[in-house]
């Protein structure tokens, strides 16, 4: 196996920033693609333009990070392979999630094509936003087949220790989504559906990109006839990982969605301050994201070598650096949200709904870290379930009935709905603490 792909030698500390800020500057631009959609959109449409778009654009990032859920247990597999020098077993996990995502990409277009309308529905969108909602999801499902691979590529170079391609790729997407949407949006008017296009083709493109960089990339194992022919066993390796990732941030994309069903319930002012602070939500937890995904390829590289004290040493450094960005993020949104929201608005009631919704929601930026530092290391030794346990609580017990009941208490005001994000991370944060201690106190008393 390669060492310059590997993650168990030298600083634990630099190993995680360097492994984890491509992937977080992938993170940012794939972030920030998504908000253009929003920008662009806001520059040349009204309020119901701009709510399709993000009510679709939620839609997409939830069955993105479903995906990506399933990616992760190719990461981990692979991780822990090249961890252990196991060139082989890596090469078979690629070859074997190939075949898996290619028929699961090919089910998930047809159904999801096909139930545009009804979910357009459930998401209650405003009537003034409905066709244009329908519009962009069907074009964006059609580009399901380009999502998936970008995401199982991308699950296959950070699982074998190299976080820097997948950063070019999403330059590519990024660049091409941009002045396409510019293209469609402004030039040619095409409103919603161009901002849908404008995604499509920049996918479309960082997967071609991927491919031609994969079959030049030398990570020390090579995919031939043999390892294309998937293995049940390695598949349920995948499975057991990733099915629990995808259930619980599927859980946590649906608890986002019932919130803005919450919104959309309460008219087209708080649907669109809403939308618009999802976005920016999802920009701040980037650097969390990416310490979740980083922890998890260090600690399953560094459990497939028989080293758990790094891998919790890489948690721990990750707790440090998410806890302080959520700090700074928490502190300028108490006293500045305004400058953020406004550049997406310039209606003063949508602009005073986002900032009340602001100000209580990016509370969620510090408990947030920390459940997700936790579930990183979790997944990446084979414990992804304990994450989808306390995800599950979270949302059952605080996130979707304290939306709920915030809404009813206090209707002109989206300043305490906003809390129950942050409550329900804070629950989370302290059942990852719960379970951790417990592990760590079993494996003491083994080696004794």
């Given at each position: 196996m390669k060492e310059k792909n590997s993650l168990v030698t030298g600083s634990v500390g630099k190993t995680l920033?360097?492994?984890?800020?491509?992937?977080?500057?992938?993170?940012?631009?794939?972030?920030?693609?998504?908000?253009?959609?929003?920008?662009?959109?806001?520059?040349?449409?009204?309020?119901?333009?701009i709510t399709a778009v993000s009510i679709g654009s939620q839609v997409m990032h939830m069955l993105t990070v479903i995906l990506l859920g399933f990616a992760m247990g190719t990461t981990v597999r692979i991780g822990r392979a090249v961890g252990a020098g196991d060139g082989d077993g890596a090469a078979r996990t690629m070859g074997t999630t190939a075949v898996f995502f290619i028929g699961f990409a090919c089910v998930l277009t047809a159904a999801l094509f096909a139930a545009a309308g009804e979910i357009a529905r459930i998401m209650l969108t405003p009537a003034e936003a409905a066709a244009d909602t329908i519009t962009y999801l069907r074009i964006c499902f059609l580009g399901i087949p380009f999502i998936t691979a970008y995401n199982v590529l991308c699950s296959l170079f950070r699982g074998a220790g190299d976080s820097r391609s997948p950063m070019y790729f999403v330059a590519v997407a990024c660049i091409v989504n941009i002045v396409l949407d510019f293209l469609f949006i402004g030039l040619l008017g095409m409103g919603a559906a161009g901002a849908a296009l404008g995604t499509v083709f920049g996918q479309a493109v960082s997967v071609i990109a991927a491919f031609g960089i994969l079959r030049k990339k030398d990570f020390g194992f090579a995919m031939n006839r043999q390892t294309m022919k998937p293995s049940r066993r390695i598949l349920w390796d995948i499975l057991k990982v990733g099915t629990p990732i995808a259930l619980q941030d599927g859980l946590i994309q649906v608890a986002f969605v019932v919130i803005?069903?919450?919104?959309?319930?309460?008219?087209?002012?708080?649907?669109?301050?809403v939308g618009i602070v999802e976005k920016l939500i999802g920009f701040m937890f980037l650097?969390?994201?990416?310490?979740?995904?980083?922890?998890?390829?260090?600690t399953a590289q560094n459990m497939g070598a028989g080293k758990p004290e790094r891998a919790r040493r890489s948690m721990y450094y990750g707790l440090m650096a998410t806890m302080a960005w959520g700090a700074v993020c928490c502190l300028y949104n108490q006293f500045l949200p305004q400058t953020l929201i406004g550049l997406f608005t310039k209606e003063t009631a949508v602009l005073a709904a986002g900032c009340a919704y602001m100000r209580s929601y990016s509370f969620d930026c510090i408990f947030a870290g920390i459940h997700f530092c936790f579930s990183g290391y979790f997944c990446g030794d084979q414990k992804s379930l304990i994450s989808f346990v306390h995800n599950i609580i979270s949302i059952m017990l605080i996130r979707i009935p304290g939306a709920y009941v915030a809404s009813k208490m206090f209707p002109e005001d989206l300043y305490p709905m906003g809390w129950a994000a942050p409550l329900g991370s804070l629950l989370s944060a302290v059942i990852c603490i719960g379970f951790y201690v417990y592990f760590r106190g079993r494996e003491k008393k083994q080696t004794r």
């Open positions: 920033i360097f492994f984890a800020l491509p992937y977080l500057l992938s993170s940012f631009m794939q972030t920030f693609y998504g908000m253009a959609d929003l920008f662009i959109t806001g520059l040349y449409n009204g309020s119901e333009t803005t069903i919450i919104a959309n319930s309460r008219g087209l002012i708080a649907a669109a301050g650097v969390p994201s990416s310490f979740l995904s980083a922890i998890s390829a260090v």
